[in-house]
DNA sequence: ACCGTATATGCACATATTCGCAAGTGATGC
DNA sequence: GCATCACTTGCGAATATGTGCATATACGGT
């Protein structure tokens, strides 16, 4: 494997909203305006950090009319990434701020029209 | 476990240089003036991302005289991190520079007087 | 065709990272 | 004490990264 790509991956976990991500999606599918309303970020902000963890080979991208549909790219991922996957797991396990997000995403409502707008709205936390 | 301290032991391990740097610390331990014998980089750079790697919990230091002995922390390394190490391990396998990085280092003369104006002087590769 | 919605992207700016140089630290030996 | 050696650290410069704002794109419904 390249020195590059594997760096590429180290640099995508090395994120704070991009770890907070990957957990939402090790519980499911989510589109952007769910990530952005479960972590209360902006539009662009959710949509860069999933674009780059995408790029690094970690998620799937599933277009579904106007929603782009991520979630964890299990098949694809090369061998060692599986395991980085595992690492974050494990290590957000019982992290504070992971469970809050995860109960938000439970809470927020599904894909459905007025979701950008709603979130933008609600000052929620 | 913070996401804080999760997300400095994936920043340490994305550069470059210090995936070459845990590679090369996977076949034993080293001193500085080893580490940039063995990847062929100025003295700053291998101690300044030693103390990295340390800082994030991945290396353990040990003083011996003049040298400072750094080496893979395998018991003080916290739960997920050795998973991360094995990835590192893993995804570096058959890695032409990784092996290059090795090969330099059996042919490196252990520490001894000499060695870092040794190595400023050989433009070795 | 037009509008509204979900997402992507160009640009600008603030902050962070990396690294070389030069100077500092601390141990060893004369 | 002084010189030497392995290593560390402060500083400045080049580069990379993260983000918001505004705008663009793409799709579905009317």
Chains 1, 2 share one sequence.
Not at 33 to 41: N, T
């Amino acid at each position: 494997m390249l020195m590059r790509d594997l760096v590429k991956a180290f640099k995508a976990l090395s994120d704070d909203t991009r770890l907070r991500i990957l957990n939402l999606l090790l519980e499911r599918e989510c589109c952007v305006c769910e990530v952005m309303q479960a972590l209360d970020i902006s539009q662009t902000r959710a949509s860069r950090n999933l674009s780059v963890l995408h790029d690094a080979g970690f998620l799937k991208l599933r277009r579904d009319g106007l929603w782009s549909l991520y979630s964890i790219d299990s098949e694809g991922m090369k061998g060692s990434y599986s395991a980085l996957v595992e690492a974050v797991r494990q290590g957000l396990d019982g992290n504070g701020l992971a469970s809050r997000d995860k109960a938000r995403l439970s809470t927020a409502e599904r894909v459905g029209p007025g979701c950008v707008k709603r979130c933008k709205g609600e000052g929620d936390e």
